[in-house]
């Protein structure tokens, strides 16, 4: 299956390819503050590969906060989120929001209250080594 989704705008758009196609699709509602205040849902295959694509690189805000060991890539045009990055030795990781999919079925969705609150930062990374995409490319696709 491959999965699209992009910002309102179109300005950051992804395609991630997910097999075998799933039988259900896990959707992690953080609780962290940020989340909170998007409605942040996440969801990643460590076995899956996405390509993201960004028409204007300087329309993406990157925020970190906390550990800082995660990017949440904001677009600047029209405020959504549909992707956040962890480079972990050299190596880029990534969850994708599934409230930036485009044309899912919803009811493959399993959504899921995730808690990583008081997770020390080595934990945090090893668990998005064993739990995030593994296979991330970007693409700036300047029209
Ligand atoms: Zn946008």
Redesign the pocket.
């Known amino acids: 299956m491959l999965i699209h989704g992009?910002?309102?705008?179109?300005?950051?758009a992804f395609a991630l390819a997910w097999e075998p196609d799933p039988a259900e699709i896990p959707a992690r509602a953080c609780d962290c503050l940020f989340c909170t205040k998007h409605g942040g849902v996440w969801t990643s295959n460590p076995r899956g590969a996405l390509k993201v694509t960004v028409r204007d690189p300087s329309?993406v805000s990157k925020y970190a906060f906390g550990t800082r060991t995660a990017e949440f890539h904001v677009?600047?045009?029209?405020?959504?989120v549909p992707v956040v990055t962890s480079r972990i030795d050299g190596r880029l990781y990534a969850v994708v929001s599934v409230n930036a999919f485009e044309g899912v079925d919803p009811s493959l969705l399993r959504r899921k209250p995730a808690s990583f609150e008081g997770e020390g930062k080595d934990d945090r990374l090893a668990r998005r080594k064993r739990n995030w995409i593994g296979d991330v490319e970007f693409v700036e696709n300047r029209a």
């Open positions: 992009k910002c309102h705008c179109g300005n950051i329309l677009c600047a045009r029209c405020g959504i």
